[in-house]
Each structure stands twice: as structure tokens, then as C-alpha cells.
């Protein structure tokens, strides 16, 4: 079972960037997924999260700007990043509830979104 973060880059001010986060293995069943993310020197924030049922929550900081979405059909979990700032540049981490045996919470492993002025 792994869960696998995807998408960042390098972009200009106001630009976009699309993640995915894709879990592959003997899954059963994809829950919630949240996607965190931490810049140097700071802690590891919550950015957006949704659950199975497609509901969505955000950080007042990307409200507007991101939106998180999902395709049940292909364990994939997308984060659509619009107007980015210098301000969103960081590490970029996954995290899911995947059914197995039974349910656990997986991390992807990082990718690396930095946005330049």
C-alpha cells in the first residue's frame, strides 16, 4: 500500500500548479484525504482537506485560490492550485485514511511546490 504525492514545481507568481496524490496497493476503500504542506523553519499546516462524501474544508490562506477534489475511481485525491504566491512555497504532503486490514492513516511522500516573485 502506498500513497504517492505528485505535481509540484517551479512557478511564477499567479501561476498554477495541479497535485495529485494516488493511492495504489491492496486498498479497499479511500476516506478522508488531507493535503499539508511546510515551508522551512515553520510547522506543517493543514492546507485542505475532503472526505469521502466529496465535503471540503480549507485554510483561510488558500481559500478562493485552491480547490480540492477527488476521483473515487482511480484512489486519486487532486489539489488545484490557482493565483499562487511566493507565500505557498513549501513541501507539500498527502495524508489518507486507507481500508486495508482496517482502516490507517498513510503519508505521501513530499513534493517539493516553489513559486517564485
Known amino acids: 500500500v502506498q500513497l504517492q504525492a505528485s505535481g509540484g514545481g517551479l512557478v511564477q507568481a499567479g501561476g498554477s500548479l495541479r497535485l495529485s496524490c494516488l493511492a495504489s496497493g491492496r486498498i479497499f476503500s479511500v476516506g478522508g484525504v488531507r493535503w499539508y504542506r511546510q515551508a522551512p523553519g515553520k510547522q506543517r499546516e493543514l492546507v485542505a482537506e475532503?472526505?469521502?462524501?466529496?465535503?471540503?474544508n480549507y485554510a483561510d490562506s488558500v481559500k478562493g485560490r485552491f480547490t480540492i477534489s477527488r476521483d473515487n475511481a482511480k484512489n486519486t485525491v487532486y489539489l488545484q492550485m490557482n493565483s499562487l504566491k511566493p507565500e505557498d512555497t513549501a513541501v507539500y504532503y498527502c495524508?489518507?485514511?486507507?481500508?486495508?486490514?482496517?482502516?490507517?492513516?498513510?503519508w505521501g511522500q513530499g513534493t517539493q511546490v516553489t513559486v517564485s516573485s
Open positions: 475532503i472526505t469521502r462524501e466529496g465535503s471540503t
Open positions: 495524508n489518507a485514511d486507507l481500508l486495508t486490514a482496517g482502516w490507517k492513516s498513510y
